[in-house]
């Protein structure tokens, strides 16, 4: 009975670990919950240059801390949520944003690799194609095969 106490105590511990922790301090939250929740939205969408794969609301970087007290400051003076966003992107460009951007550049980045296969597919299918097509060799005649039996035999 201890035994099993014990694993499952052990087990909530290991569950109560992979909790992800909330890296935003205290100071940095704004009074007004509706703006601290704009913040917060906003935030989450924001990646953080240093860790990379996480976004700035979960990051304890010192450089997430600064993002996200910019980002509460835009807020305060009255930017929209676009308007914040935009303002991080003009700064750190497109790779601070979790999910990019539909655009032209997007497309091509993420459409290059199906291109560049269903181009291979097609070079291969056409090289075989013509393979296939080229003539084959006519058959030597009598007179042809006489010749070349007197060459070899000399």
Known sequence: M???LASLLFLLALLASAV???AFNPDEVLKDPVLEQRARNLTSQLRCMVCQNQSIDDSNA???RDLR????ERIVEGDSDEAVIDYVVSRYGEFV???PRLSLRTILLWGAPIGLTLAGVLAVFIFSRRRVTLEQPKKLSADEEAKIRDLLEK
């Open 2 to 4: 201890q035994g099993v």
């Open 20 to 22: 992800p922790a909330m």
């Open 62 to 64: 010192e450089l997430a």
């Open 69 to 72: 007290v910019l980002v509460r």
């Open 97 to 99: 944003l979790l999910k």
